[in-house]
């Protein structure tokens, strides 16, 4: 009797165990369900001229998702750009330079950083970069894609630096020791034998980070101005931009359950999912490629 | 075997929200504590916030929650039922009436206070007035440098509320279009659209190309409110409770309070005091227009 209950049990544990490990496919696929039964019915609303067209002005039914898009995009970019070259910096140092305590005291204070709730950063934006930018920049205004960037950008950093020095530290010593004994400097050792070694985890830090930026909302929101405009030029960065996260978080609120601006904020979801899959694909994919070719030098 | 296990899950969860209505909308709570939700504008939410603070003071019994969130949200609200009363800084539309009615109740309307929008910019601008169709053509993109309305060679950043604040529908209509029905003049793309007063408030402060409006009752000393003439010819009025009740000052407007259907006990009593002398005090106080001012 004893025994057969605790068979039971671990019966009913291994299947808890089981559905809890499958139910992330089971989530992603609910909600990708979910964000085409409500955003759908958009297609059949909107013309593609109107989805397609530079105007986003939803209570007078001008629904261009060309600004939110390029707004994004253009944001994304900005964030990567200031994100990258010192997230990836940070991580260096603290995997490959840094002695021991300088490390114990980095790594916590990172993790610390990537705790800051994002409104508070969008309210330090607001009072010290927003005006500062402005003069610094002379700019018609501070409340600009640069600002959001910047954000964003500070943002994804703690994602670069962890996942990228896991990476790092993950390249075993002896590729070090061999590079150093064959005479290349520290600074050869980390750019020609430590970070390539490193480069799907790099590459995997990165597309997180990236994950992180384009999904970002309340900062952006609270920064970058909101103006729905069609960015021209990579210049239109030190302008003010609008991007699809804020745009359904400022909007979500007011729709009408089941009106056409309800379904095209979802069609708006659609596309960032879309884009998140997309990259999330490119950094599995990119992964992938690098592995098989590790095995094929290998053996 | 995974499948249905799942749908178990699923149908007992079902079972378990059906449960929940069903107690709260029990005959009797089983604490004496009254509760009234209030939420919607945020141009009114402080107003709502004073109101509700003094009169649970009054009645002990009673515990009164405010939220903002915009006008809008508050009648979505309304028409789901999840709240007692609306706040609003525009009337209801018609398709909101209609979601309401899909509840089976009607709106009612209460006009609780006034309310003036005040045209803000940064003190260092010389600028002090404007016409109205100035105003619309700065939104609008036709007017894009304080040169064009007597100001400094500076370029001119516009700054909105979002397009779910009462404020920014009642603007557009009122202001942008000059109040005329088949005006289809539309916000520049380039305008600023803030989700805060406090937001707009920040960056004219800062900015000396930035314009902005906001209730006259968030305007504070550290910006410079502008004098507005109807048209052109006409005389300049800054906002004020007496420019307002003698509707001199051009854009004005009423705040509204909506409830699902007639107003029951609670709600009429709570309604009845806001329209008292004591709750139009506070109303003043804010810097809002009171309704029945002598």
Known sequence: MKVSWREWLEVLITSIIKVSGYSAILFVLVIFLFLMIEGLPTLGEVSLENLFGRRWYPIEDYFGLLPLLGGSLLVTLGAILVAVPFGLGTAIYIAEVAPRWAREVLKPFVEIMAGVPSVVLGFIGILVFVPRL??????????????????????????????????LDAVPRSYRDAALALGATQWQTIWRVTLPAARSGVIT????????????????????????????SPLALFAPLRTMTATIAAEMGEVATGSTHYHVLFFVGIVLFLISLVVNITASAVVFRQRKRAERILS | MRIPVFMVLVILLLLLTACAPQSAAGEELPSD?????????????????????KYQSLNPGLRISVTGGGSGTGITALANGTVDIANASRSIKSEEIEAVAARGQEPVEFVAARDAIAIIVNPNNPVDRLTMQQISDIYSGEINNWLE??????????????TNSGTHVYFLEEVLRLGEKDNKTLFSPDTLLLPSSEGITAEVRDNPNAIGYDGLGYVTHEVKVVAVAAAPGEPYYYPS?????????????????????QPDELEQAYLDWIMSDEGQAIVKELGFVPILSP
């Open chain 1, 205 to 232: 830090a990165v597309m997180l980070g990236l994950g992180r930026a384009i999904g970002e909302t309340m900062a952006v929101m609270m920064v970058t101005g909101n103006a729905p405009v069609v960015p021209g």
């Open chain 2, 241 to 261: 409770i007496e420019t307002v009740n003698n509707l001199t000052y051009p854009i004005a407007r009423d705040l509204y309070m909506y409830t699902a259907g």
């Open chain 1, 134 to 167: 402005r003069v610094l920049l002379d700019l018609p205004t501070g409340l600009t894609g640069f600002t959001g960037a910047l954000l964003l950008g500070f943002l994804s950093i703690p994602t670069i630096v962890s996942v990228a020095e896991d990476a």
């Open chain 2, 33 to 53: 504590i009254r509760t009234l939700e209030n939420k919607g504008s945020d141009t009114m939410v402080n107003l709502a916030l004073q109101w509700a603070e």
């Open chain 2, 149 to 162: 309305v007597g100001g400094e060679d500076r370029p001119i950043v516009t700054l909105s509320r979002e």
